[in-house]
């Protein structure tokens, strides 16, 4: 009896249940009715875990408010990595902020993976002598499922393909139940290329945000994941039970479309506040004090009245250039002409 019983039996259950209701719609012994139900399994436990990735959503957006602060605290103490640590944790303390929460959900996830994989592994005849096709033939019970739901689950193939069966299985086993070497792999092929592919984008999303915000340490962490993951993915795929492999594809499926979703709200939440519009100044407001000029500055010269205006016979008008009616205007001013004193002059001499 291993400390993991409870856990096994309790997706056991999980399963199981869902089984029940989906043999109603796809037929009790269909392949899609165990694939539909690790499919339902998998969306159950990520709405139930809704809440931590709703979390570490505040938390990268904590994580990108405290950005400028966690920039200085490196320049300060850029030759003091201890003094730098602790400021870095009390920094991350007093705002309710944490680096590594972006793991959290992953670790979660990781019960339930080893839990499915150790019960889909176990579904199998108990030797190669007896006959697949006798109940007589499987285990009695395996982490709470029955015999009956074994020899139902053993039997359960897709594209011809039954879901109990991994990459490496043995030719044996294969024979047993149904299935053929090459369809098998073939499928397990592709279920682990695009479980790959789908841990490679889930994290590319996470690495474009971090560098969007600046959070240049997470986004190291997160590139190691970025190629880390995939490949330890694609190594070990290949020792994945087909119904395993259907339980993690849908599990970064979903991951992605969720967190495509929370990077966008987020983006939405974050643009109006970090935008700022700033108006022409037109001058002192309203009742505003005026400002006094700066010492040693030259005072400002006074506006100076426009002239005058002037007709052609030297009449001087008053300001708005109009004589009111009734007024009198001033006699013209003869002004001695220069020409006619020098012809004076001249007849002189």
């Given amino acids: 009896m291993s400390f993991l019983d409870p856990l096994y039996h309790a997706v056991a259950f999980l399963l199981t249940g869902i089984h029940s209701g989906m043999g109603h719609i796809f037929g009790a012994d269909s392949g899609w009715s165990w694939a539909v139900s690790i499919i339902l399994l998998t969306m159950a436990m ?4 809704f809440p931590v990735f709703v979390k570490q959503t505040k938390n990268m957006r904590a994580m990108q408010v405290l950005q400028p602060k966690m920039k200085e605290l490196q320049a300060k103490y850029k030759n003091d990595k201890e003094r730098l640590n602790q400021e870095m944790m009390a920094l991350w303390r007093e705002n309710n902020a944490n680096p590594l929460s972006g793991c959290l959900p992953l670790l979660l996830q990781i019960p339930i993976f080893i839990a499915l994989f150790h019960t889909l592994r176990e579904i199998k005849p ?3 002598t007896c006959d697949p096709n006798a109940l007589s033939c499987y285990p009695k019970s395996i982490a709470g499922f029955s015999q009956h739901e074994i020899f139902s689950a053993a039997h359960a193939k897709i594209f011809g393909v039954p879901i109990s069966v991994s990459f490496r299985s ?3 086993l294969l024979h047993q139940l149904g299935g053929s070497q090459g ?3 073939v499928l397990a092929l592709v279920l682990t290329l695009l479980m790959g ?3 490679f984008i889930t994290q590319r999303q996470l690495m474009a945000q971090n560098n969007a915000s600046g959070n240049n340490q997470m986004a190291q962490q997160q590139k ?3 190629y880390v993951f995939p490949v330890l993915f694609l190594f070990y795929g290949f020792a994945f039970p087909i119904g395993v492999l259907i339980y993690w594809l849908t599990t970064n499926v979903w991951t992605m479309a969720q967190q495509r979703v929370i990077i966008k709200h987020m983006d939405a939440v974050t643009a109006p506040n970090s935008a700022t519009t700033t108006a022409p100044v037109a001058g002192p407001a309203v009742g505003a004090k005026p400002n006094k000029p700066a010492p040693g500055a030259k005072p400002r010269p006074a506006p100076t009245t426009p002239k005058p205006a002037s007709t052609g016979s030297n009449v001087a008008l008053p300001p708005g250039g109009a004589i009111s009616p009734g007024a009198v205007a001033p006699k013209p001013t003869n002004r001695p002409n220069p020409n006619r004193s020098k012809k004076r002059k001249k007849g002189r001499r």
């Fill in 224 to 226: 190691i994941m970025l």
């Fill in 183 to 185: 369809s098998t792999r």
């Fill in 46 to 49: 990520r709405l139930v875990l």
């Fill in 170 to 172: 043995s030719t044996t």
């Fill in 197 to 199: 592919a789908t841990t």
């Fill in 126 to 128: 108990l030797n190669a």
